[in-house]
């Protein structure tokens, strides 16, 4: 029988561990979300670790791991790591069954372990190197299917783990298969949503024949000049995803406008200038196309202010957006529209360096002339679109 005061003890102690447990599940929430809606690569790793690191921290332990296993398959390989060195994090493939992971992961079920070498399970099976005999180790499962195992070993103070210390780690272990279903939810989405963008953008170029190869001499265009001016690996993936996507909000105007021979009248013009806006509202649930959505509604503002829908001028204008404008312009004036003839690439080069620094920004246009000057077999014959 405990005595009063230290029922109360146990009591507290038990409030300390779930208060703990609700603050890992709110900042790895936290941190998670964070992440997922970065322009990060491989998020789930990314997330993996944040919880390898909680893990470590908390259970004021030196080595932690998380094992998953690979799709379709019965070896779990590490995806995130605290204490081990890179090779053996590259090296570890196990099997269900085999040492401690693969044990708890064929058992389903969590372990503590106070001496390795005197459990009967593990002693003739143990090959890791341990500074300290006791570990704990989790499966991270989803219903009753077993995802991967979370592990947690050496700690600081070298005295054994406690059941409150697995308690956390089961904790965390839920957690992790919390957020393991997040990422391949949001993944699935997302590609499940690009692929309708991209069955959108395919849609805009069977509507008429003039926009079928713009999307395409745009794209080659901007991130030709993208390299040209040295922009960073990520502002020329934006300038490649936003070339392909530029017109989607051509969706959203009226077919006898896009085709109309002859010029528009103020009203279908107005028509035809909410594309911008409508495109870049298309794309704003697709988080990750961030810079992408902010390029596609600024691809026809102009340096000196005129352009729409938001009247940004210079150095407003996000640059990637000031490269789309010049490529545009160039692909649609090079091109044989409904109400007007194809500029020869001489004219349309006229056109350029006259509107330089007034509808376009002149580095760019610089930029422009010296990749033409390169590619000599860019003969221009494409068909192209009406703006
Ligand atoms: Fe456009």
Redesign the pocket.
């Known amino acids: 029988m405990y005595s009063k005061e230290e029922e109360i003890k146990q009591l507290k102690r038990q409030l300390e561990i779930e208060h703990t447990k609700l603050q890992h599940v709110y900042s790895i929430s936290r941190e998670a979300i964070d992440i997922l809606t970065s322009q990060k690569g491989d998020k789930l790793n990314l997330i993996l670790q944040v919880i390898v690191n909680k893990a470590t921290e908390d259970l004021d332990s030196e080595i932690g791991s998380i094992l998953l296993f690979e799709p379709k398959s019965n070896v779990m390989t590490m995806h995130a790591a605290k204490g081990l060195e890179e090779d053996i994090i590259k090296e570890t493939h196990l099997k269900t069954g085999e040492r401690i992971s693969g044990w708890v992961a064929q058992h389903k079920e969590a372990i503590l372990v106070l001496d390795v070498e005197k459990d009967p399970r593990f002693a003739r099976r143990s090959h890791e190197r341990y500074y300290t005999k006791s570990l704990i180790s989790a499966p991270i499962k989803i219903n009753h299917k077993v995802l991967g195992v979370i592990n947690v070993n050496n700690k600081r103070n070298r005295q054994p783990y406690e059941q409150e210390d697995l308690d956390l780690l089961e904790a965390l272990a839920a957690q992790s298969a919390l957020v393991i279903s997040n990422v391949n939810l949001y993944n699935e989405l997302q590609e499940l949503y690009m692929n309708t963008i991209e069955a959108l953008t395919e849609a805009v170029n069977a509507r008429d024949h003039y926009t079928k190869s713009h999307s395409e001499h745009v794209t080659q265009y901007a991130v030709a000049i993208a390299k040209e001016m040295g922009l960073s690996k990520h502002e020329i993936e934006v300038v490649e995803r936003a070339g392909k996507l530029?017109?989607i909000g051509k969706i959203g105007v009226h077919d006898y406008i896009l085709t109309k021979p002859g010029k528009l009248t103020e009203e279908e013009w107005e028509n035809v200038k909410t594309?911008?806006l409508k495109g870049a509202k298309i794309l704003e649930p697709l988080g990750f196309l961030d810079g992408v959505i902010e390029v596609v509604r600024q691809?026809?503002e102009r340096y000196n202010g005129k352009g729409y829908p938001d009247n940004k001028q210079a150095g407003e204008i996000r640059i990637e957006a000031r490269i789309m404008a010049v490529a545009?312009a160039f692909d649609a004036m090079t091109t044989e529209r409904p109400y007007a003839r194809a500029l020869t690439k001489e004219e349309a080069i006229g056109e350029l360096k006259k509107e330089s620094g007034k509808q376009f920004d002149p580095e760019v246009v610089e930029a422009f002339l010296r990749v033409l000057g390169k590619k000599h077999e860019w003969g221009i014959k494409a068909k192209g679109e009406q703006?």
């Open positions: 530029h017109d594309h911008a691809h026809h545009d703006d």
